[in-house]
């Protein structure tokens, strides 16, 4: 079964930090990874779409790399700011899932401070 | 760009009462349409997978006399939960897929709450 984990669970950081958002996965079969964020009480927002045959995206201050062979991914965010402040959430298509299905990872809490 | 409508977007329900969530693709035919729920700061856990004109596929563990989901034409899902109990409020989303490149769209979730 496939198991997506988040570390760390929280961050608290002050404004202007790069920083770094992990996320782990035990079946490395997967279609693609995909990092949203979620405002609390919100619904979610695509950030970057990584498909299985890419190693990173970037998107503006966003970047989000993925080593499948590690299971693992990161989402870089440069230079933070108070408004980047909410849950990130990864997510990934896997293989052995069932096409379209997503399975998410248990998130991250981020607070940026001004 | 595409969108997906959830209908409300919060709702309070007496307990053994039934309440429905709609979920709406505003600008394309979504073939696939999918129910998520949130528990408090929890990540969204798939409940069920719609497609239209079939009867939904349940995950393990979903009730699915419990939660009803209807998907009777390609741009609208309905999830039914019937009976409520104070431990069905939650955070429920839908997605939908079928829009340009197959790209998953989220709604903007309903938080239901059952007193």
């Known amino acids: 079964k496939q198991e997506v984990t988040q570390i760390p669970a929280a961050l608290s950081v002050p404004e202007g930090e790069n920083l770094v958002l992990n996320c782990s996965f035990t079946d490395s079969a997967i279609y693609n990874l995909q990092w949203f964020r979620q405002d609390p009480g919100k619904g979610l927002t695509s950030l970057l779409l990584?498909?299985?045959?890419?190693r990173e995206q970037t998107s503006g201050r966003l970047n989000a790399s993925l080593d499948k062979s590690s299971g693992r991914s990161t989402l870089y965010i440069a230079a933070s700011q108070p408004g980047d402040s909410a849950t990130y959430l990864c997510a990934l298509m896997g293989m052995n899932t069932g096409f379209q299905k997503l399975v998410f990872g248990t998130g991250t809490r981020l607070l940026v401070s001004p | 760009g595409a969108v997906v409508s959830q209908h409300p977007s919060w709702v309070i329900c007496k307990s053994g009462t039934s309440v429905k969530i709609e979920c709406r693709s505003l600008?394309?035919?979504?073939?696939?349409m999918f129910w998520y729920r949130q528990f408090p700061k929890q990540s969204l856990m798939l409940m069920a997978t719609?497609?239209?004109?079939?009867?939904?596929?349940?995950e393990q563990g979903v009730e699915k006399d419990k939660f009803l989901i209807n998907h009777a034409s390609l741009t609208l899902s309905t999830l039914t939960v019937t009976s409520a109990h104070p431990e069905d409020s939650s955070f429920y989303i839908c997605s939908a897929t079928g829009g340009p490149g197959n790209t998953i769209y989220f709604g903007e979730g309903s938080w239901l709450t059952v007193v």
């Open positions: 719609s497609n239209e004109g079939s009867k939904a596929t349940y």
């Open positions: 990584i498909q299985s045959s890419q």
């Open positions: 600008d394309f035919q979504a073939t696939t």
